[in-house]
């Protein structure tokens, strides 16, 4: 294994404070539990806005946090979810008057661990709504998940719900916001490499050079079906019509596309799926509105990508073109 790293037990906290340096007028870090705040919370008469994960998918979720997106971030331990703590104390850090959203991908930690934290809140007197993302269509359930997985979207609902709160719109329609967009999205990923986790010092799962998983987890969990490896074009191709006939998206329809890179993958690939994409799309007659391509969901240095798409209407593209001031996402300002 090699990483660029000191210790595997202090990869996390020495992460956050290399984060906290590098963009001190945007966030705050801290431990004990830890969690990352935007630098001017509590924003007074603003839902705050919380989400969290495993360690090992960044940006997600430390690089949202900020102006139009996050108003603080638990981080887990590496593909480990926050403890009920981290999540409580991030609310009150986050909590100005008008209640705290909680944006919860669908693992089984996380949601049982958001949901004591939002129970312990809501005893001290913080308003809290808790919305689930579970929009992988990949498989029904996994080792991490009853139900579908949350993945792509989760940062999508973030940015909008984000910008939702900045209007100053109370909890209930910053929770809709949320759950809209959820409502209206669906990825699917692939893996090319397994990844390899800090403390394990070797992959988390064996893929032969010839081969590649389709509907892979970001923690390494199994797909759909495992095959031998194809083109970009045929790549993008499965995974595009399994997102598009979920939903479904109909001819007509306006969307916003995510390809994400998991963070192995090189982004002249990830422009390349994109190209693909775009092509699917036309041929289906949906629009593609707006679009994002990066490595925004990673899982540590695993090579592949995933899809999202979201059906868009005005208030959603109002909504995502809106300011944002992030880390990792940052428009308008």
Same mark, same amino acid.
């Given at each position: 294994?090699?990483?660029?790293?000191?210790?595997?037990?202090?990869?996390?906290?020495?992460?956050?404070?290399?984060?906290?340096?590098?963009?001190?007028?945007?966030?705050?870090?801290?431990?004990?539990?830890?969690?990352?705040?935007?630098?001017?919370?509590?924003?007074?008469?603003?839902?705050?806005?919380?989400?969290?994960?495993?360690?090992?998918?960044?940006?997600?979720?430390?690089?949202?946090?900020?102006?139009?997106?996050?108003?603080?971030?638990?981080?887990?331990?590496?593909?480990?979810?926050?403890?009920?703590?981290?999540?409580?104390?991030?609310?009150?850090?986050?909590?100005?008057?008008?209640?705290?959203?909680?944006?919860?991908?669908?693992?089984?930690?996380?949601?049982?661990?958001?949901?004591?934290?939002?129970?312990?809140?809501?005893?001290?007197?913080?308003?809290?709504?808790a919305v689930?993302?579970?929009?992988?269509?990949?498989?029904?359930?996994?080792?991490?998940?009853?139900?579908?997985?949350?993945?792509?979207?989760?940062?999508?609902?973030?940015?909008?719900?984000?910008?939702?709160?900045?209007?100053?719109?109370?909890?209930?329609? $910053? +929770?809709?916001?949320?759950?809209? =967009?959820?409502?209206?999205?669906? *990825?699917?990923?692939? !893996?090319?490499? &397994?990844? %390899?986790?800090?403390?394990?010092?070797?992959?988390?799962?064996?893929?032969?050079?010839?081969?590649?998983?389709?509907?892979?987890?970001?923690?390494?969990?199994?797909?759909?079906?495992?095959?031998?490896?194809?083109?970009?074009?045929?790549?993008?191709?499965?995974?595009?019509?399994?997102?598009?006939?979920?939903?479904?998206?109909?001819?007509?329809?306006?969307?916003?596309?995510?390809?994400?890179?998991?963070?192995?993958?090189?982004?002249?690939?990830?422009?390349?799926?994109?190209?693909?994409?775009?092509?699917?799309?036309?041929?289906?007659? $949906? +629009?593609?509105?707006?679009?994002? =391509?990066?490595?925004?969901?990673? *899982?540590?240095d695993m !090579?592949?990508? &995933?899809? %999202?798409?979201?059906?868009?209407?005005?208030?959603?593209?109002?909504?995502?073109?809106?300011?944002?001031r992030t880390?990792?996402?940052?428009?308008?300002?």
């Amino acid at each position: 294994m090699k990483k660029l790293i000191n210790k595997p037990e202090d990869v996390v906290a020495e992460g956050l404070r290399g984060m906290a340096l590098a963009h001190a007028d945007i966030l705050k870090v801290q431990f004990g539990p830890d969690y990352l705040v935007r630098a001017d919370a509590p924003v007074k008469g603003k839902v705050g806005i919380v989400s969290g994960g495993g360690s090992g998918h960044e940006p997600m979720h430390g690089g949202f946090v900020g102006m139009g997106m996050l108003d603080a971030a638990c981080p887990g331990a590496v593909f480990t979810s926050p403890t009920p703590d981290q999540v409580l104390a991030a609310s009150r850090a986050v909590s100005g008057g008008a209640g705290v959203l909680l944006i919860v991908k669908n693992y089984t930690g996380d949601v049982l661990n958001f949901e004591m934290a939002a129970d312990m809140a809501r005893a001290e007197g913080i308003e809290v709504e808790a919305v689930v993302t579970n929009d992988d269509v990949a498989v029904k359930d996994s080792l991490y998940t009853a139900g579908r997985r949350g993945v792509g979207v989760t940062v999508l609902a973030e940015k909008m719900a984000g910008a939702a709160a900045e209007e100053r719109r109370p909890l209930e329609e $910053v +929770a809709e916001v949320c759950r809209k =967009v959820n409502a209206q999205g669906r *990825s699917m990923g692939m !893996a090319l490499t &397994s990844c %390899t986790v800090p403390h394990a010092g070797k992959p988390t799962f064996d893929l032969p050079e010839d081969e590649m998983e389709i509907g892979i987890g970001i923690h390494g969990e199994p797909g759909r079906t495992r095959m031998k490896l194809k083109t970009a074009a045929e790549i993008t191709e499965l995974l595009a019509t399994a997102v598009l006939e979920d939903l479904p998206f109909q001819r007509g329809d306006r969307a916003l596309a995510l390809v994400n890179g998991m963070g192995g993958t090189p982004l002249i690939e990830l422009y390349l799926v994109f190209q693909e994409l775009a092509r699917i799309c036309k041929g289906r007659g $949906v +629009a593609i509105a707006r679009s994002l =391509v990066g490595p925004y969901i990673t *899982s540590l240095d695993m !090579a592949g990508c &995933s899809l %999202t798409l979201v059906r868009m209407d005005d208030e959603l593209l109002r909504l995502w073109d809106a300011p944002v001031r992030t880390s990792a996402l940052r428009w308008g300002v």
